[in-house]
């Protein structure tokens, strides 16, 4: 559809610049962007069913008659109700509305309508509140697509119906036949008009297989054309001797059997092989990766490299110097610290250090990526959390090095087949053992009437000395993070904990601000410390034992297995609390998993099992592009579809067979997107 990429959206009716900015915030900026904009979920309005049979807590449809019309009722000064008796012919329902004048203008007047909502059921009467409201002659089956402020799916759906109306008779299809055929998958053109306009919710599923099908696909393609752009020569810098013993002799505790092999590992790609090393270290959280990393570091200094160590956030980064001064700093070897906070003087000098060659290891943020970093020798890169970084900031570092080994660290357990696809170009470490006298972190899920207990617990822990975390996510869209964060303070105030000394961390407050509070609660001057998401990684509190997280639904199990290894860190036995309303089968099931297991890797392969790949990637996932219906999509897709872009690269690794164009496009246009062309030529 390239045609229809370049037609902006403010030719359609009904759209003029205002509202082209509204579906600027759904990311869609042409008429085929429209077209990719997927429907969230559908309401079947085309069965209705009979009101004694309506599903418990599920919409549906129902058709009706109105029965009686009550005399509307003011409450509380502006808010309006109106109700209505209505019936099937066998049963009666009282549906209200708040405020619709015009809906009960339309309805006042008596006969027959459908009703689109939830059924409740209150002894032997029903009830339905504010249903959505249509005529008996337009049944069948509605878009209901993602929402954002002053854009109804209405409008939307109205849109996307003038868009499928400029499709061209004939459409391109990225998808070759071949392999359309070979997994029996719909036409693109069968696929686009039905995810919006479908006759039954099989059309939907088979529209979805395909379009989740091409989603992967060229994700699949993309991520191997981009690999394949860092095809690397040989490697600079060689490590001669490896310096084992003097390191080992340097630290407080003996490497566990899985830091050791790592290491070796590391070591040995640096030594032999022609090419640089290019290995990521995955291990769970507190499986002492930074002890890795400071002993290749040191093999690699003393062999004549400099290394730059890039962590995604300040804290971190701060962190990893302090532990690496603390291990290496009686050595000889010269640390430095470059984020955003260091003053402008501070800056040039390390510059200046570096350039000449009198710093051995760099450690900061994205700052490490400035033009004017330039290094003497640059041998060794690491990157902590690799995820975090985008591609073409990556490369950017290594860039600032003839051919560097690199290293990468990630504390997200990835499950393998996907750790495979994300990172397929690197070597794999797996650090699968904790150190010594690690103990479990018992997790408990509760629901918000038992969070005052939860609270008293908190209390008596704080009380033995300890610390506690309270991550409360952003809820409100209204409200902004500070907002949020703060009125929870002020509610924990009226509690048990309210006199204890209470820090708050969250996502928008400055580098050195986030420092100082997190600095506090290092040093015990807080005792409680409640924060948005930004503790997520890496931030080691050993006297901490309780880590409270409100809402806990909102995160994926990843995230909160990441977020329970805060805990845990020291001598005594450590609490996870998930609070969630959310108790509907599905969300419990997902939550006891943390309850049930400590193991990272468990929790991942249970993760990517009931929530699909898009947590792992997508978004998060930097240079990427988003997952838009892909990410509820099977394992056993991820295989076909890899299966597929094999095949396609064995035999056209350029993708310029004419069969070949279409996916070609459409690797390019997406990619674009997420801001990585430069490597994929
Ligand atoms: P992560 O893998 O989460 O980055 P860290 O490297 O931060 O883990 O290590 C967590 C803690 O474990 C640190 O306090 C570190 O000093 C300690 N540690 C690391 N390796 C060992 C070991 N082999 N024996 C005992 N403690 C260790
Ligand atoms: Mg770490």
Redesign the pocket.
């Known amino acids: 559809m390239p045609s229809l990429f370049n037609m902006p959206l403010d030719r359609l009716k009904g759209i003029g610049s205002g509202r082209a900015k509204l579906y600027n915030k759904l990311g869609v900026a042409s008429v085929g962007e429209l077209l990719r904009l997927y429907p969230r979920t559908y309401e079947d309005w085309s069965n209705p069913c009979r009101i004694a049979e309506a599903a418990e807590n599920t919409p549906c449809c129902i058709r009706a008659y109105i029965e009686k019309v009550s005399k509307p009722a003011r409450v509380h000064g502006n808010l309006m109700i109106f109700k209505f008796i209505a019936s099937d012919g066998y049963d009666n329902i009282t549906i209200t509305f708040f405020n619709q004048r015009y809906v009960y203008e339309r309805l006042s007047g008596g006969g027959e309508f459908l009703f689109y909502g939830t059924v409740k059921r209150f002894f032997d009467n029903y009830e339905m509140s504010s249903p959505s409201v249509s005529n008996i002659n337009s049944a069948g089956i509605h878009p209901v697509y993602p929402q954002t402020a002053g854009l109804t799916t209405k409008q939307i759906e109205s849109a996307a119906r003038q868009a499928e109306a400029l499709l061209p008779p004939k459409m391109n299809d990225p998808i070759p036949p071949g392999i359309l055929e070979e997994y029996g998958l719909c036409s693109l053109d069968f696929a686009i008009r039905k995810i919006h306009f479908p006759d039954s919710l099989d059309d939907v599923e088979t529209a979805r297989k395909r379009l989740a099908f091409e989603e992967m696909l060229i994700l699949q393609l993309g991520m191997a054309r981009l690999k394949r752009g860092g095809t690397r020569g040989r490697s600079v810098f060689r490590i001669t001797k490896e310096y084992s013993e003097e390191f080992r002799a340097l630290l407080p505790?003996?490497?566990?059997s899985a830091?050791e092999r790592a290491i070796m590992q590391c070591i040995s790609d640096m030594k032999d092989s022609v090419y640089p090393m290019n290995r990521l270290i995955q291990?769970d959280?507190?499986?002492?990766?930074?002890?890795v990393a400071a002993a290749v570091c040191y093999a690699a200094i003393k062999n004549g490299m400099q290394c730059a160590f890039m962590a995604p956030t300040e804290i971190l980064a701060v962190q990893h110097y302090k532990?690496m001064s603390e291990l290496m700093g009686n050595s000889g070897i010269r640390l430095a610290l470059l984020t955003g906070s260091v003053t402008a003087a501070g800056k040039k000098a390390i510059y200046e250090a570096l350039e000449k060659g009198e710093i051995d290891l760099i450690i900061g943020t994205h700052a490490l990526i400035s033009d004017n970093v330039c290094f003497a020798s640059l041998g060794l890169v690491i990157t902590d959390e690799q995820h975090r970084f985008g591609v073409k900031q990556r490369a950017a570092l290594i860039s600032k090095g003839a051919n560097p080994h690199i290293m990468v660290m990630s504390?997200t357990p990835i499950p393998r087949t996907l750790a495979l696809m994300i990172f397929g170009d690197l070597d794999l470490s797996v650090?699968d053992e904790l150190?010594?006298g690690r103990q479990a972190v018992e997790t408990y899920l509760i629901d918000s009437g038992k969070r005052q207990r939860a609270f008293g617990f908190l209390k008596k822990e704080i009380d033995k000395g300890n610390r506690c975390y309270i991550v409360c996510p952003l809820v409100e869209e209204s409200e902004s993070e500070l907002e949020s964060a703060e009125n929870y303070v002020k509610k924990l105030r009226n509690t048990v904990l309210g006199g204890f000394r209470i820090g708050l961390l969250h996502g928008k407050m400055k580098g050195s601000d986030k420092e100082s509070v997190m600095s506090s609660f290092q040093s015990g001057m807080i005792d409680i410390l409640v924060s948005t998401t930004v503790i997520e990684v890496?931030v080691?509190v050993?006297e901490a034992t309780v880590m409270m997280i409100e809402n806990a639904d909102r995160f994926g199990l990843s995230q909160l297995h990441q977020l329970r290894?805060r805990v845990g860190?020291g001598k005594d036995k450590s609490y996870c609390i998930l609070v969630s309303d959310n108790q509907t089968g599905n969300t419990k099931e997902r939550l006891s998993v943390l309850c049930r297991t400590n193991d990272g890797f468990k929790i991942a392969d249970e993760d990517l099992r009931l929530r699909g790949p898009g947590d792992f990637f997508g978004s998060r996932q930097h240079g990427l592009p988003e997952l838009k219906i892909a990410s509820m999509s099977s394992m056993d897709m991820i295989d076909e579809t890899q299966a597929a872009a094999r095949k396609i690269l064995e035999s056209d690794p350029e993708l310029t067979a004419k069969e070949h164009r279409g996916l070609y496009y459409e690797i390019r246009r997406l990619f674009a997107k997420a801001g990585s062309t430069e490597q994929l030529q």
């Open positions: 505790f003996s490497l566990t830091q291990g959280v507190g499986s002492g990766k930074t002890a532990s504390a650090l150190p010594p890496g080691n050993p290894g860190r």
